[in-house]
């Protein structure tokens, strides 16, 4: 077990062990072993509201592995992905979206354009180069899955529905490690735990095309603009080519989150920052697209990652839990139902969103 760091400028990120929560060995721990663990993931999440994560129990096979299988579906013909559409609204969240489909954006960027007569079309002015596929549990009473036939990807479904349920078990281990190093009692654990269901997080796989040093030249184009997660936090795998970049909260610097063997990154969602009262701040996170002078000839390489999002319960409603409301601290956010704030964060992201 320990704790590491990776450096950009001044500025430090830290790798924690979570081993003492996911592994046979490690829960047999003494418990101030296991606390010490926790309190090193709460105190990185605590400071930027990202972390690496090892010791999660999941190995570096299984992480290519399942970004291979992320390769294999976006080398598919268009006709073939388009078997497996995306409707044109937010909900069901699942199924295959084109290049530009989806508008990812921040609620800054809707406050910009709120005198707008369209905001979503001010925000789809400049479009977001990538394409994805959404999955969630096969238990899920309110989004149902959308698959491809068996016959244009076999395997393709067992595969993604194991790998939803392995990600969801490790979310559960994760959970209880920020509980543990928040030292939290059982009410309050069990209160924490409600902000995780199974059946309700989602999983993403994720294309972002190569682009030629021309149309960088003569496109407006985004890869992911500037967000933040509105679900209670989000695991991220992604390839060697990295890209992903956060920002730090202090000093509003965006930090590159470079790729580490059999590691991912974990970042910090709204719910977590809404039931902690602010103690964790929801992460600022984008995949930039480079100014074309910095680009060599050859252009940006193709990317691919895998977000895994833990959310609660549709119905689910979050409130801030008392130990983070103080006189020092006073309470900043009304409870809120999950589906009524996804339903307003989420409006703009397809076309035809609220209609």
Known sequence: ????????????????????????????????????????????????????????????????????????LFDLPYDDKMKAPHPPGPMPHRGYSGLGKEKVYSQTDVKAHSASADVSQELRKISDFKESYEIGSVHDPVQQNIWLPDAVLPGFRDYETALYERLAGVSAFL?????????????????????????????????YPEISKDKLRNDLMARLPSHTDWGTFTMLFQDERGGLELKDPKSQEFLHAKPEEGAFVLNIGDMLQRFTNDFFISAIHRVSVPEPDTVPDSGIPARYSIPFFTCPDFSHTIATL??????????????????????????????????
């Open 322 to 355: 008392p130990r983070f409301v103080t006189t020092e601290s006073p309470a900043k956010y009304e409870p809120v139902r999950f589906d009524e704030y996804g339903s307003v964060i989420s409006k703009y992201q397809y076309q035809g969103d609220g209609s």
């Open 1 to 72: 077990m320990g704790v590491y760091s990776f450096h950009r400028g001044d500025e430090a990120v830290a790798t924690v062990d979570v081993s003492p929560f996911t592994t046979e060995a490690g829960r047999s721990l003494p418990d101030s072993e296991r606390l010490e663990a926790g309190q090193a993931l709460v105190n990185a999440l605590h400071n930027l509201g990202f972390v690496k994560v090892i010791g999660h129990g999941i190995k570096s096979e299984e992480i290519r592995d399942a970004l291979e299988w992320t390769k294999r």
């Open 175 to 207: 959970l209880e490690t920020i509980g543990v190093g928040l030292g939290l009692n059982d009410e309050e654990r069990a209160t924490l735990s409600e902000l995780i269901s199974g059946r309700h997080c989602q999983l993403r796989l994720l294309h």
